[in-house]
């Protein structure tokens, strides 16, 4: 759960800078998780984060970016 945490936090973090493009990114973790079940969910929580930044920065929210 840790990690998947830490996956949503790189794809806010990412989202805020972006300091790297969303393919290189997908090509690193393609190399890294050899599961397709963990690649997966990666990709979904890496989503998860660029769209809760997304939607914090357009909600006013005091918390976003």
């Known amino acids: 759960a840790s990690k998947v945490a830490n996956i949503v936090m790189l794809g806010a973090l990412l989202e805020a800078t972006g300091i790297l493009e969303h393919d290189r990114v997908l090509s690193a973790l393609q190399r890294l998780v050899k ?8 990709v979904a929580a890496l989503a998860r984060g660029r769209e809760e930044l997304r939607q914090s920065q ?7 970016v």
């Open 58 to 64: 357009s909600d006013d929210s005091p918390w976003g």
């Open 35 to 42: 599961n397709p079940r963990f690649f997966e969910l990666d």
